[in-house]
Structures are given as structure tokens and as C-alpha cells.
């Protein structure tokens, strides 16, 4: 019994120490004074002795380097002293001369509640080391910005070139978001882009701006991934930054040297083609027309030859300046090359509007250019293609506007000339007009054509509408959409409405005189006149030097004024609706309608557009349209006249749907004053 305990006892003793053998740590027992105890082969290996019975008795001082062994012996007594586990990790020269790194852990031996020394295992870990100072040498030798982020976007690792970057110590980076240091706006934008990557866990890349305090800055290029945790969520964000401002630099000079012009600082040719590329794309959506236009200065060879060629580029430079004064920033001047510029007039509401541009590059040719001290004239030549109207590909706009400054060149230069004759015609019609309108009011060419306003019911004249006549010098008499736009962008409107007043105004005091019924008379008003403050006390001056009644007067409005919907635009209205004038809705229908605006503003009439009346009879939406604007003003309490009635029919059943008012054709075209007199009777 007892023997098979004791044979019991001797192979569990077997079998720890086979077990401790085996063992690739080194593992021992030592006593209070660091005398070994008792040790396994690993440590005999360590300490050059053939077996671990060596060891007993011994201390380190026997077998490793005095100091080494004074800092075991102190880990020993520290280890005793403490109830955790004391770790260190030590460099150590092995019997067989080999410098290792070993990890060694060392706790209280306890036995029977007395610490009766320390028992300890270590291990060599020079490989781990080893590839822990690769890892670090890589990092803090590389070219790049290496940051590790938290999920709180708390820096918990920067290396040395990150610091440069901001040239601050890495200790005030860690810790810290880059809102809260450096902060700024690209700091905050790239704090988004961290977060972005812990909540999808996908890669990302941008660039950083950043601007250091002393006025350098900088732009890096970073790549941000996620360190996922083994059940592949993020729980950390890497991000590595490479400094690409020189790359930048690089391609900005590149890209300005393939792009721009080295003279005038213009862009060039492929840039300008770019831009009309972009514009044509743009223009698609919008549906903006736009123009191109070809410039060539006259005779700028033998100027360039009398002058020579460094006052030659001089001069070119001097036009480069002057033409971009005559565009608006988001037109493209470019230089083409030699003494020839294009110009990409942008976005146009109409596409004569292209006619101002180019006049103003005439004009700007008009003074001299002053080089090295010397006055020199210059004129240009103009040629433009139009967007759409003349083609939809860029080739063909360079072709079409080269070929018509080919044509104005051909015509004596210092002029433009459009591609499509047409415009060219309406370009100088148009130029005409606003020439002579200028004076067509001293000259007293203006007149005023009344179209009676009848009453449906009783098909009786209740009133009129004053339109505007231009009788030219030349017996022709010109009609108001071919000068009213003009006039209101050249802001002659403003002289031209109060003429307009002034004359209505009289004729109404006239009309009324002795007649018990009121007869009214309707004036047309523009925006701009509107846009001019003095609208209201214009008209209240007017009214009081006429001697006419409020009643007598209705002022006619576009929707489009309401839309614009100013403050300013309001008290106007109000101010005179409270003098007692009708404020009516001219082109009813045919704006943006915001029926809100109906209660908001003063209006008393709505007038029905000639476009809905026209088909009343023969297209029944067209008639639904008619009905519902006849019952709303009805509805709204509010007076309803129909446009542009040109038969019976129409009449008949318009007055069926209760509309109580017409004007148009089939009572009478506007007529000069004396055959209105005469049909009013
Ligand atoms: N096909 C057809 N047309 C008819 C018929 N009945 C009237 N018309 C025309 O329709 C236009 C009505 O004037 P509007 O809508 O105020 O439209 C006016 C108004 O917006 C503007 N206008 C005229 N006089 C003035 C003015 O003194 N000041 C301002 N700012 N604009 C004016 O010019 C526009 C055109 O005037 P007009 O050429 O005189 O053209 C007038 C008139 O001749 C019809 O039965 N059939």
C-alpha cells in the first residue's frame, strides 16, 4: 500500500519534472537570499551548465554579468516585496556569447503563508523584439504622416514626421482630435472623413490642407484605413499621410503651362475649347444660349514691327487687361495665340445681349494704349458664333466665329459681325433703335393708340388701354416690342412711362369731362419703373397736374413684378391702391403663378391672357383654364378682362362664363386718339 504511494509520488515528481524540462521558458525557485532553489534545463542551457543540479545553491552573480545579476537580485527583492507579479525584460549574453532579450516575471514564493523567496520563468524574446524595432525603425524612417485614431478620433500613436508637420512635440498630438489640435476647418473635415471610416469600415483617402502659423502651408495626401478587432470591427482607424505639395505645385506649373498663356497670363486656346465645352454642357441643362467671339486686332502687325516686339508684347498685354474689364468674371477671355483672342460670353438671356459685349470691346479700343510713354491706337475686329442657335459643337462655333472675322475684317475692320446674317442685321436694328430713342422723346415721336375696353354684357365702351407708339422719323411707325426692352435696360423707361402717364392722363380728364359714367383709362408699367423709387410720387405729381381723377386710371402690372415680391415692391402697391388708382394683372396666366399673391398684394383686375382666349372655343382646357381664372376673381371679389377676343363666338361664351369684360380685334385694333373719340362717341 504504502509502496504504491510512494511509486505514486515518484512519477507525479517525474512527470513535473519532465514536465518543467520540457518547458521552453526558463522557470526557478530561489530563495530569500536569490540562492537558486531549484531550476529547469532551459535555465542550465542559459547559464552554460550541463545540468539543472548545477544550478542549486548558486546566484546569478555566478553565472551572467555583475550588473545584469545586481538587477535580478533587486527584481528578486522587489518581487518579494510586492503582491503583483514585477516584469522585466533585460538584455543578456548567454554562455555560448549570444546576446539575447529575455522577458522575465517574478512573484513571492509563498509556503505555508512565509515567503520564503521568489519563484520566476523568463523567455527569450529577442525575435519579438527584434521585429517590434523593425516595425518602429519603418515607421519613424519613413517619408510618411503615420496616425493611429481611437473611435473617439483621440490620436493614440503619431510618429516623429507628424510632429514635424505641425512642429509641435508628439506628446501635445496624442490624445487629442484635430478639432482640438491643430482645429481649423480642414482639421474638422478631416475628423469627418476619420469617422466616416469607423462607420463603414471602407478605406478612404483625401488631402489635407494645412496652414501653419507661420504662413507656410502644405498639403498632404492621406489614405485612412480601419484596424479591425477579431469579430471585424473597427477599432481603430490608421491613417498614412505622404506631403504632396510639391506634386501639386508641380502639376498647378504643368497644368498652367499647358493651359495658360506665358504672355498675358491669358488662358489659351485648349482652355478656352474646354470652357466652351463645359458651357455647352451647362447651357444643355439650362437652356442658356451663349456666344463665341473671335477677336483679331487690325493692322497689329505693323504696329508690332514699328514699335518692335518687346513693346508689341507690351501692348498685347495692355489689350489682355482691357478685355477682361469688358466681361463679367465667369466669361472666359483667352489669348489664341499671336494678336488673336477668343471670348466666351456665358449664360445670356437673349442671345442679342451678346451685341453689348461685343460693342464694349469696340469701345474699349477707343482710347489709346499708353506703351513706353507713346499713345497708341488700336482698333479690333470682331467675329460671333452663337450657342445654339448656330451650332451645338464646339468646332463649329471656332469655325463659324472665325469665318465671321474673316467677313468683319472684310469690311473694312474696327466692327463685329455675327455668323448668321440675321443676327447681324437684328445686332444693328437693335443698335439703332437705342440710339434713337434717345432723342425720340425731345422729338416728340412718341404717341399713344387707345384699345377700347368693352362691357360684355351690354357690348358698350367702358373704358381704354394706352399703347405706346414710336412714330419714327422715317414714317415708320414702330411697335413696343421692339423698343420697350430696350428702353427698360437702357433705363430710358423711366422718362418714356412718364411721358406715357402724363399723356393717358390728360386724355382720361378729356374723356370724362361732362360724361356721368367714368371712362378709364389703362396705363401699362414696367418693372424697371418700379425698381426707380419715385414711381409713386412721379404718379401722384402727375395726377395732381392733369387735374385726373383715381377713378379714371388703372395701372397695369405684369405677374413677374409680383414674384419679385420686395418689401419694396409691396408699399408701392399699397401706396397707390390707397390713392384710389385699380392695380390690374396684365398677361394673367402666363407667369409663375403664386395665386398667394393675390391677397397679399392690392390687386383689383385680373386680365386674362390673349393666348387662353385665343382657342376658347376649340380647345376645352384652354377653356377650364379661362373659366377657373373667371370664377377665382369672382371669388376673390375682384374685376376679370379677357384679352385679345377676336371673334363673336369667343365673346358669346366668354359672357356665358360670367366674364364681364373684353378687349381685342373684334371690337377694335387700337386706334389713334381721334377714331378712339370717335367710336366712344
Ligand atoms: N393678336 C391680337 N393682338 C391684340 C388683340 N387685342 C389687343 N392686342 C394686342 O395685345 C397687346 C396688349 O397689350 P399688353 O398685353 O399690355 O402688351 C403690351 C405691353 O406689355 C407693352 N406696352 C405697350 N405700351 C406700353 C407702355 O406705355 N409702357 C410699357 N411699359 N409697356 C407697354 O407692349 C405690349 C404690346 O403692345 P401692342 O403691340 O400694342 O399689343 C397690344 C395689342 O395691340 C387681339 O384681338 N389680337
Not at 510713354?373 to 472665325?402: C, E, M, N, R
Not at 354684357?457 to 414702330?478: D, M, N, P
Not at 377665382?632 to 363673336?648: D, F, S
Request: proline residues 4%.
Amino acid at each position: 500500500m504504502l509502496d504504491s504511494a510512494q511509486e505514486k509520488i515518484t512519477a507525479r515528481e517525474k512527470y513535473l519534472r519532465t514536465l518543467l524540462d520540457n518547458f521552453p521558458f526558463m522557470v526557478w525557485l530561489k530563495d530569500t537570499k536569490s540562492r537558486l532553489l531549484a531550476a529547469n534545463t532551459e535555465y542550465a542551457r542559459v547559464a552554460g551548465v550541463s545540468s539543472p543540479h548545477e544550478l542549486e545553491g548558486k546566484t546569478d552573480f555566478d553565472f551572467f554579468d555583475p550588473e545584469l545579476a545586481k538587477e535580478y537580485v533587486e527584481g528578486d527583492r522587489q518581487a518579494m516585496e510586492s503582491e503583483l507579479p514585477v516584469g522585466t525584460v533585460n538584455r543578456l549574453r548567454t554562455a555560448d556569447g549570444k546576446d539575447i532579450w529575455i522577458e522575465s516575471y517574478k512573484s513571492r514564493l509563498v509556503i505555508d503563508g512565509n515567503i520564503e523567496g521568489t519563484l520566476g520563468y523568463a523567455r527569450d524574446v529577442t525575435d519579438a523584439i527584434r521585429r517590434e524595432r523593425e516595425y518602429h525603425s519603418l515607421i519613424e524612417n519613413s517619408p510618411n504622416l503615420i496616425v493611429r485614431f481611437d473611435t473617439a478620433c483621440r490620436r493614440t500613436f503619431v510618429n516623429q514626421k507628424t510632429a514635424n508637420l505641425y512642429g509641435v512635440a508628439e506628446d501635445v498630438l496624442l490624445g487629442k482630435t484635430p478639432s482640438e489640435f491643430p482645429g481649423g476647418d480642414s482639421a474638422y473635415g478631416y475628423e469627418q472623413v476619420v469617422k466616416e471610416v469607423f462607420k463603414s469600415g471602407r478605406s478612404a483617402a483625401m488631402d489635407l490642407h494645412w496652414h501653419a502659423p507661420d504662413g507656410n502651408s502644405r498639403i498632404i495626401h492621406i489614405w485612412l484605413a480601419a484596424e479591425l478587432d477579431a469579430s471585424g470591427l473597427p477599432i481603430a482607424v490608421i491613417g498614412m499621410g505622404q506631403d504632396v505639395t510639391e506634386t501639386y505645385e508641380y502639376q498647378e506649373r504643368i497644368h498652367h503651362l499647358a493651359y495658360f498663356d506665358t504672355l498675358t497670363k491669358l488662358p489659351n486656346r485648349a482652355l478656352l475649347i474646354d470652357r466652351v465645352e463645359q458651357t455647352i454642357a451647362e447651357a444643355e441643362r439650362h437652356a442658356y444660349p451663349f456666344g463665341l467671339i473671335m477677336l483679331d486686332l487690325d493692322r497689329f502687325k505693323e504696329i508690332n514691327d514699328t514699335l518692335g516686339h518687346t513693346l508689341g508684347d507690351v501692348l498685347l498685354c495692355e489689350v489682355a487687361s482691357r478685355l477682361e474689364k469688358c466681361v463679367r468674371p465667369y466669361d472666359t477671355v483667352a489669348r489664341l495665340g499671336g494678336d488673336e483672342f477668343g471670348i466666351l460670353v456665358s449664360e445670356m438671356r437673349v442671345p442679342e445681349n451678346i451685341t453689348r459685349v461685343a460693342d464694349k470691346v469696340l469701345q474699349a479700343f477707343d482710347q489709346p494704349f499708353v506703351v513706353d510713354g507713346h499713345d497708341v491706337f488700336v482698333t479690333a475686329s470682331l467675329g460671333i458664333a452663337a450657342y445654339p442657335s448656330d451650332s451645338q459643337a464646339v468646332d463649329d462655333l471656332l469655325k463659324y466665329a472665325d469665318s465671321a472675322l474673316f467677313h468683319a475684317k472684310h469690311l473694312g475692320r474696327n466692327n463685329f459681325q455675327f455668323y448668321s446674317a440675321d443676327l447681324t442685321i437684328k445686332a444693328a436694328e437693335r443698335r439703332e433703335v437705342e440710339t434713337n430713342l434717345r432723342f425720340a422723346l425731345k422729338k416728340e415721336e412718341f404717341l399713344l393708340h387707345y384699345q377700347p375696353l368693352v362691357d360684355l354684357a351690354t357690348r358698350e365702351i367702358i373704358g381704354a388701354e394706352a399703347l405706346l407708339r414710336w412714330q419714327h422719323e422715317s414714317g415708320k411707325l414702330i411697335m413696343p416690342d421692339k423698343f420697350i426692352g430696350i428702353a427698360e435696360e437702357t433705363g430710358l423707361i423711366i422718362p418714356i412711362g412718364e411721358w406715357v402717364m402724363r399723356s393717358a392722363c390728360q386724355v382720361a380728364v378729356a374723356l370724362n369731362r361732362g360724361r356721368p359714367r367714368p371712362v378709364t383709362v389703362a396705363v401699362n408699367l414696367s418693372t424697371r419703373q418700379f425698381l426707380h423709387n419715385d414711381l409713386v410720387s412721379s404718379i401722384q405729381a402727375i395726377l395732381a397736374e392733369t387735374g385726373c381723377h383715381t377713378d379714371w386710371i388703372k395701372l397695369e402690372i405684369t405677374e413677374s413684378l409680383l414674384l419679385e415680391n420686395t418689401d419694396n415692391i409691396q408699399r408701392m402697391l399699397q401706396s397707390l391702391s390707397a390713392m384710389g388708382l385699380c392695380i390690374s394683372i396684365d398677361d394673367f396666366g402666363t407667369g409663375y403663378s403664386a395665386l398667394s399673391y393675390l391677397h397679399r398684394f392690392p390687386v383689383r383686375e385680373l386680365k386674362i391672357d390673349r393666348s387662353f382666349t385665343s382657342d376658347i372655343t376649340d380647345n376645352a382646357e384652354r377653356a377650364l383654364i379661362v373659366q377657373a381664372i373667371v370664377s377665382l376673381a369672382r371669388n376673390l371679389n375682384k374685376n376679370v378682362v379677357a384679352e385679345g377676343v377676336e371673334t363673336l363666338e369667343q365673346a358669346d361664351y366668354l359672357h356665358k362664363m360670367g366674364c364681364p369684360q373684353a378687349q381685342g380685334y373684334l371690337f377694335s385694333k387700337p386706334l389713334p386718339l381721334e377714331q378712339f373719340l370717335a367710336l366712344l362717341g
